[in-house]
Every structure is written in structure tokens, then in C-alpha cells.
């Protein structure tokens, strides 16, 4: 069964910087592309970024440009999203997801974890 | 940037047929899936390419994708199947995600 846990979210304060975990089990995770997508509060889903198999291929969504970092571990099975220069419009909870193929553009979201909530407030 | 474009909600009675649509330019042309998300929990992929149906996705539902528009269909509507759903097509750098539809079973 494929299982993805996300951890590291919290309260920041803006401009600080925060580092989101996914730790996946169940699949061959260095087979598969990876992704961030994140929700607002009372909004609708966003893609954040996402990362082929081997980290060779990177995208992010222009909102996030600049300020954040995807990255992986593949002998640790993990997924991480370094977060710099946050703002309150970057509060929201953010999923880890997988893809279908070892390439994260063109695909669809085939599993989600439970998501990790991100705050930034004064 | 390409936009995708869906009502913010829907209603329908229980038994019928409901029908959401995602609309953009040419998406006939694109590959479209289609997302439930209830409160509360983590969004659930339930069409993927246009109309397939992943394991354990009921029959009831499925998708077509023509012209400008692509429609997820959810026949014999259930009280549990009221929902969000979103649909995602890839176009470039835009936002793959579609603003959602309230599936609402009266």
C-alpha cells in the first residue's frame, strides 16, 4: 500500500524559511516523479512544484519561484520542500503527491498523503 | 497562461445524474483528470486520460473530453458523493488545476 507522510509544517513568522518532509513507503520511490500541491484555507488546490525520479527535471509554479527549493533523498525514500522568504499567502496545507512515471510534467496525481499545515503569521 | 474554467457548484438529487464541467481552450486535445476531495480529507483521483476509472472508482462515474470542454459525469448520484472535485489538465507553466465544483446532493 502506498503511503505518504508529510511533516515539518508549523507556525512561522513571515520572511522566515520552513523545510517540509514526505516520507513515502509502499512503491519503488526512486521510479516515480514527486510533487508538492498545496490548499488555503477554503481554497482550491494549487500545484506547487515537482521533481522527476533522478532530481534531473525541476518545475515550480510561479508563485513560489525563487523562494522555494524541492529536493529528494532517494536511499532515504524521502521528499523534502525548503521553504525561504515565506508570506501569509503561502499559509495553506500542502500534500505530498506521486506521479505516474519517472517524469513530473504531463502526469496526474495518482496518491496523496494527508497534507501538512503551513501558517505564516505575525 | 492557460485557464481552466469550472462552476462553483452543482446540485443535484439523489438518483440522478450529475455533470460537472471543466472548460479551456482546445482541451479536447489534452489529457484531463479529474479529482474528489471531501472535507477534511486528502483529494482522491477518480477519472485519469480523459475517462479512464482507477481501481476502486465505481462504475457511475466517468469522463468524456471534446472541443473546449470536458465533463465528469457521476450517474445514480449517492448522498456520499457530495464533494469538491477538480479537474487538472498540464499546459506549460500555468496552474494544472482547475477552481473546483461543489457537488452538492440535495
Known amino acids: 500500500e502506498v503511503q505518504l507522510v508529510e511533516s515539518g509544517g508549523g507556525l512561522v513568522q513571515p520572511g522566515r524559511s520552513l523545510r517540509l518532509s514526505c516520507a513515502a513507503s509502499?512503491?519503488?520511490?526512486?521510479?516515480?516523479?514527486m510533487h508538492w500541491v498545496r490548499q488555503a484555507p477554503g481554497k482550491g488546490l494549487e500545484w506547487v512544484s515537482g521533481?522527476?525520479?533522478?532530481?534531473?527535471?525541476?518545475g515550480y509554479a510561479d508563485s513560489v519561484k525563487g523562494r522555494f527549493t524541492i529536493s529528494r533523498d532517494n536511499a532515504k525514500n524521502s521528499l523534502y520542500l525548503q521553504m525561504n522568504s515565506l508570506r501569509a499567502e503561502d499559509t495553506a496545507l500542502y500534500y505530498c503527491?506521486?506521479?505516474?512515471?519517472?517524469?513530473?510534467?504531463?502526469?496526474?496525481?495518482?496518491?496523496w498523503g494527508q497534507g501538512t499545515l503551513v501558517t505564516v503569521s505575525s | 497562461s492557460y485557464v481552466l474554467t469550472q462552476p462553483p457548484s452543482v446540485s443535484v438529487a439523489p438518483g440522478k445524474t450529475a455533470r460537472i464541467t471543466c472548460g479551456g481552450n482546445?482541451?479536447?486535445?489534452?489529457?484531463v483528470h479529474w479529482y474528489q476531495q471531501k472535507p477534511g480529507q486528502a483529494p482522491v483521483l477518480v477519472i485519469y486520460?480523459?475517462?479512464d476509472r482507477p481501481s476502486g472508482i465505481p462504475e457511475r462515474f466517468s469522463g468524456s473530453n471534446s472541443g473546449n470542454t470536458a465533463t465528469l459525469t457521476i450517474s445514480r448520484v449517492e448522498a456520499g458523493d457530495e464533494a469538491d472535485y477538480y479537474c487538472?489538465?498540464?499546459?506549460?507553466?500555468?496552474?494544472?488545476f482547475g477552481g473546483g465544483t461543489k457537488l452538492t446532493v440535495l
Open positions: 503527491a506521486k506521479g505516474i512515471s519517472s517524469s513530473w510534467y504531463g502526469e496526474y496525481f495518482q496518491h
Open positions: 509502499g512503491f519503488t520511490f526512486d521510479d516515480y516523479a
Open positions: 521533481i522527476s525520479w533522478n532530481s534531473g527535471s525541476i
Open positions: 482546445n482541451i479536447g486535445s489534452k489529457s
Open positions: 486520460y480523459d475517462s
Open positions: 487538472q489538465v498540464w499546459d506549460s507553466s500555468s496552474d494544472p
